[in-house]
């Protein structure tokens, strides 16, 4: 055994990386890639040709990369919050009366108002998870940001339930919010929202011809 | 003139020349050459910078690659260059990594079986010189001797990635390999190297 292959030997030590363990790294050059002008002058050679009216040279909408599977994991876990507000709202609705004296401490009928009230509340909740959803797939920041606030309310708002009902349906929403907003806030996630970022504010001016 | 090598091999040029046109085509470089590149830096700099690295890496090759000589069929030599030098910017880290690894081997065997007690002293004490003696090398010898023992790249391979005569490849892998000779045989525990180089 010579000096070469005892070297080889210490090499061994170190195995081939995991496919996830590249994933930020593949997620950080996709990045680049959506970004550089060449795909800017592939896309516009693309809807020139595809588009059947005569074209402007201009793409058709901002382009973007693919969300990672944090995101789209995230996306999807909305929509389960989303789900999980409606089966609140439909078990919850005969029960308003209840829940609504208990939280204020005395007797109240469910008036019509009262109900209506409720069911535009629940709605509103479910189309700020549907809202949500869409927004982080499109890569923008913001939502991530709000979606992360809007975790942080329903924390507090967990606290702050009583009656078994309320607190299953609060801890479901939380659980389902948890690792929605930690999913968003992985490496391959933000290299997502950065690049995303940065192909919306790129200028016209940088697309060049094929 | 596009030199036809392998299947595989011309594909890398071939890819790398429709990712002008197209760069998302320079993903499909990544997913079949990025492994071994993370494990090459993983291999010198460690885990945890090999992570940003391989990154960096395929962002300078990409960013470089309108400059990608077509006549080279295998994209490999010009991303371990490339991977090469960024090491090189972590000089410092690399060293420190060879002490620590010497640190740690120099420490004492757990307790159990006197033979396997003795196989692991034994594995250790190689370790612990073979980290000396790369420590002690010059980066450019280090380069050489890393890229030809450990990625099994062809002294005209080592020779494209760090833009270096043929000739200086074979003088820095000489001199790179008399100097681990030398660490290796020229201690206490030097007498385990010279008994496995005898029974060769």
Aim: glycine share 6%; aromatic share 8%.
């Amino acid at each position: 055994m010579n000096e070469m292959e005892l070297l080889r030997e210490l090499a061994q030590q170190t195995p081939l990386p995991a496919p996830a363990e590249l994933d930020a790294a593949r997620a950080r050059l996709v990045a680049a890639i959506a970004t550089d002008p060449a795909t800017y002058a592939a896309a516009v050679a693309q809807v020139t040709t595809d588009q059947p009216y005569p074209a402007t040279g201009e793409p058709a909408g901002p382009l973007r990369p693919p969300a990672p599977a944090p995101v789209l994991t995230a996306a999807r876990f909305m929509h389960a919050g989303a789900v999980g507000t409606a089966a609140y709202l439909i078990v919850a609705l005969p029960f308003i009366g209840d829940i609504q004296g208990k939280m204020l401490g005395y007797p109240l009928t469910a008036t019509p108002l009262i109900i209506t009230l409720v069911i535009l509340v629940g709605v509103a909740v479910i189309a700020l998870w549907l809202w949500m959803a869409h927004a982080i797939s499109q890569g923008k920041n913001w939502a991530r940001i709000l979606s992360t606030v809007l975790f942080g309310l329903a924390t507090l708002q967990l606290l702050g339930n009583h009656g078994f009902v309320q607190v299953f349906f609060a801890a479901l929403t939380w659980l389902t919010g948890l690792p929605a907003v930690w999913l968003l806030w992985r490496p391959a996630s933000s290299a997502f929202f950065k690049s995303a970022k940065a192909a919306r504010s790129l200028p016209p001016s940088q697309i060049s011809g094929p | 003139m596009r030199r036809r090598g392998g299947p595989a091999a011309a594909d890398d040029a071939a890819v790398i020349e429709s990712s002008w046109r197209e760069p998302e085509r320079f993903a499909v470089l990544f997913d079949r050459h990025a492994p071994h590149i993370y494990r090459y830096l993983a291999r010198r700099a460690g885990r945890q910078v090999a992570d940003d690295l391989v990154a960096e890496t395929f962002l300078v090759a990409f960013a470089k690659r309108d400059r990608y000589d077509l006549g080279h069929a295998d994209a490999r030599p010009w991303l371990y260059g490339i991977a090469t030098n960024l090491v090189g910017q972590h000089r410092r880290d690399e060293a420190r990594r060879y002490r620590i690894r010497q640190a740690a081997a120099a420490e004492p065997a757990v307790p159990g079986h006197a033979e396997r007690v003795a196989a692991d002293v034994t594995a250790q004490a190689m370790r612990t010189l073979l980290a000396e003696a790369l420590a002690g090398l010059s980066a450019g010898d280090r380069d050489v001797l890393l890229l030809i023992a450990w990625e099994q790249l062809t002294y005209r391979e080592v020779s494209r990635a760090l833009a270096i005569p043929v000739g200086t490849v074979q003088s820095r892998l000489h001199r790179a390999r008399a100097k681990v000779r030398q660490v290796l045989a020229g201690t206490d525990a030097g007498a385990t190297y010279k008994e496995l180089t005898t029974n060769e």
